[in-house]
């Protein structure tokens, strides 16, 4: 529970039109930042089998923000866990909540944590860098997309 009593929770996605719901709501709190439904889809699935998906909602129930933690195959080439997403609803930015999410998913990984973030998406690189993460690595694909 946050000082404005917001809370951290692990969302009951069994439902499948609750789960749909729950995309739908990251997909609107990542705004340009979203991914195609099936690649957050398959993230979701890996995190709600082997790693780990929590919200953060409001003291009226609304929900505020999320984090969907997907777990990698290694333990030492890279780290074991992959934040695959990480929003808060504009309508609560600034508040704090990212901080308590990002402390939150570090409590639950011990910090065995990466992502990738986009170079244009200044805010969140800022927002990693007031958090005390640093840019390790430059993430390089091929320009075109892989087949298949
Ligand atoms: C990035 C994001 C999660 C931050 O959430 P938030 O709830 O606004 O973050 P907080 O209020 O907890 O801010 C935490 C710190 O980051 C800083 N920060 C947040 N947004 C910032 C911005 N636009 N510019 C500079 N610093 C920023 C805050 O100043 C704060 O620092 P402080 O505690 O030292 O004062 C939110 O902007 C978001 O959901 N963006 C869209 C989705 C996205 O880009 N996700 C990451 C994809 S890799």
Same mark, same amino acid.
């Given at each position: 529970?946050? $000082?404005?009593?917001?809370? *951290?929770?692990?969302?009951?996605?069994?439902?499948? @039109?609750?789960? &749909?719901?729950? *995309?739908? $709501?990251?997909?609107?709190?990542?705004?340009?930042? $979203?991914?195609?439904?099936? &690649?957050?889809?398959?993230?979701?699935?890996? %995190?709600? $089998?082997?790693? +780990?998906?929590?919200?953060?909602?409001?003291?009226?129930?609304?929900? %505020?923000?999320?984090?969907?933690?997907?777990? =990698?195959?290694?333990?030492? +080439?890279?780290?074991?866990?992959?934040?695959?997403? *990480? @929003? =808060?609803?504009?309508? +609560?930015?600034?508040?704090?909540?990212?901080?308590?999410?990002?402390?939150? %998913?570090?409590?639950?990984?011990?910090?065995?944590?990466?992502?990738?973030?986009?170079?244009?998406?200044? =805010? @969140? *690189?800022?927002?990693?860098?007031?958090?005390?993460?640093?840019?390790?690595? =430059?993430?390089?694909?091929?320009?075109?997309?892989? @087949?298949?």
């Amino acid at each position: 529970m946050t $000082d404005s009593g917001f809370r *951290i929770q692990d969302p009951d996605l069994t439902d499948p @039109a609750v789960r &749909e719901e729950f *995309i739908n $709501d990251l997909s609107r709190f990542l705004g340009p930042y $979203d991914d195609p439904r099936e &690649e957050m889809v398959e993230a979701l699935n890996n %995190a709600l $089998d082997r790693g +780990f998906v929590f919200e953060i909602v409001s003291p009226g129930g609304v929900r %505020a923000g999320a984090v969907v933690i997907s777990r =990698t195959p290694f333990r030492l +080439f890279q780290p074991r866990y992959h934040l695959a997403y *990480i @929003a =808060t609803a504009e309508e +609560f930015r600034g508040k704090g909540l990212g901080r308590a999410l990002l402390a939150e %998913a570090h409590r639950r990984t011990g910090r065995q944590l990466a992502l990738h973030v986009s170079p244009s998406n200044q =805010t @969140a *690189i800022a927002f990693y860098e007031r958090c005390g993460w640093k840019v390790k690595y =430059t993430r390089m694909m091929p320009a075109k997309k892989p @087949a298949g």
